[in-house]
């Protein structure tokens, strides 16, 4: 499999790779506007536009953008997230044209009809309706907000309901002259592709499009804080946040093989403690998260009201035991699960031109694949339990708890059993 990697004029980017025996393809554009380059009177416009790219360009209507996909077998979607938008498509590789011709008109010739921009200003107050009603995907903004309060990484991706109510055609419109220029965009393919076919098709899709400044995105400050919020649910739901490196820091690596050995499994520590030796719980996990300058470490976890201050203090002592006596044996099994779940991963085209795509802004390149297991492979087990004390008693904190939670501790409280 051989990366290439190459670059219009107008700093227009594309990456992509060729997998040898496979008859699909995946290919998207990235654009390096989410959530965390909004203004505060846009929070919540990003995923906005990402909804209305599919409601009808200068050239298709909202059904013949799905039709011309799905005409041909494949599917096309979107996401938004605190740093990108992204728009791609799965499809055959005689397809891949095609595909690349839909995904470019969304992005570029999107016409947003006044009555398409009410129907989905609609869809996404549901949406919007939706995640407040899931405890378990409310509570981790509230931790987001907490652990980066009153900046652009701490808001809600989707936007409050009020100002999702008032954007304005207008609005759209200036946040893509603002954001979607060719230096901020990215293709990248995987799969049966053809990297000249896919030069020659993004000069004459992108290569006229001329740069633009976009919003540099404010440098992140972690915060900490805490958010409860008492409900009657059936279950206490508890996240705890801690400042984490950026996945420009190559502790990255020691963080995300700690997640794993802390939470990441059924072998992990909070796993067999909290659930299967004390039935504290039926969900438990810790995972690392990373932006360009920060990054956190988060565990999550619900209980019974009755046992929400059990689970928690049980948490803080698993990980200050952590920095005392991880194994070499349980590093081992992080690390093994960390590259058996990147490689995996990158068996499907479409997780594969994904990580082109993240790689090639983060770095502006695409490292090998080996490069990056030698670093996960160097990590050490001393490396490990220092990062874990460092986890345990000395990184800021954040706190979000909702449902019955009247019995669980504080931050405060917790900050001092950190302490002990």
């Known amino acids: 499999m051989t990366v290439r990697q190459d670059q219009l004029a107008n700093g227009f ?13 995946a290919i998207g554009i990235w654009v390096t506007a989410g959530g965390r380059h909004e203004r505060i009177e846009q929070n919540g416009i990003a995923h906005f ?5 599919f409601k009808g360009t200068e050239r298709r209507t909202a059904l013949e953008i799905a039709e011309t996909i799905e005409d041909v077998g494949g599917y096309i979607n979107a996401y938004t997230s605190r740093e990108v938008t992204a728009y791609y498509a799965r499809v055959l590789k005689d397809d891949v044209a095609l595909a690349l011709d839909v995904i470019g008109d969304i992005v570029l010739n999107p016409v947003f009809d006044p009555h398409e921009i009410e129907v989905e200003r609609g869809v996404i107050l549901q949406e919007i309706g939706q995640a407040h009603d899931t405890p378990d995907d409310v509570i981790f903004d509230w931790l987001q907000e907490e652990s980066y309060r009153d900046q652009p990484l ?28 060719p230096d901020q965009m990215i293709l990248s393919a ?19 499009l001329q740069p633009r400044r976009g919003l540099i ?29 950026g996945y420009r820091d190559d502790a990255i690596y020691t963080a995300q093989i700690y997640s794993s050995a802390l939470g990441g499994g059924m072998s992990s520590r909070l796993f067999q403690e909290v659930r299967e030796v004390r039935g504290l719980c039926y969900t438990i996990f810790a995972q690392t998260g990373a932006y360009a300058d920060t990054g956190t470490t988060t565990i999550y976890a619900g209980t019974s009201a009755g046992q929400v201050a059990e ?30 779940g990147m490689l995996m991963g990158l068996e499907s085209p479409s997780n594969r031109a994904e990580r082109l795509a993240r790689l090639v802004q983060i770095w502006g390149k695409v490292p090998a694949l080996e490069e990056t297991i030698a670093r996960i492979d160097a990590v050490t087990t001393e490396q490990v339990r220092d990062f874990a004390e460092q986890m345990a ?11 019955p939670v009247s019995a669980a501790p504080t931050l405060a409280e917790l900050q001092e059993r950190r302490a002990a």
């Open 217 to 245: 995105a404010e440098p992140a400050r972690f915060t900490g804080g805490e958010a409860r919020r008492e409900k009657a649910l059936e279950q206490a739901h508890f996240a705890l946040a801690l400042e984490s490196p």
């Open 154 to 181: 701490g808001r809600t991706i989707l936007g409050p309901s009020e100002r999702v109510s008032a954007f304005s055609r207008e609005d759209l419109s200036a946040f893509v002259n603002e954001h979607y220029g």
């Open 190 to 208: 995987a799969g049966a592709v053809d990297h000249d076919q896919l030069m020659k098709l993004a000069e004459e899709m992108f290569g006229h």
């Open 393 to 403: 008693v000395k990184a800021p904190a954040a706190l979000a708890l909702y449902g």
């Open 49 to 53: 536009l990402e909804h209305m790219a």
């Open 13 to 25: 980017r594309i990456v992509s790779e060729h997998m040898p025996g496979l008859q699909s393809a």
């Open 311 to 340: 689970l928690a203090g049980i948490t803080i002592d698993e990980m200050k035991r952590a920095a005392e006596d991880m194994t070499p044996e349980e590093v081992a099994r992080a690390r093994a699960q960390m590259k058996a």
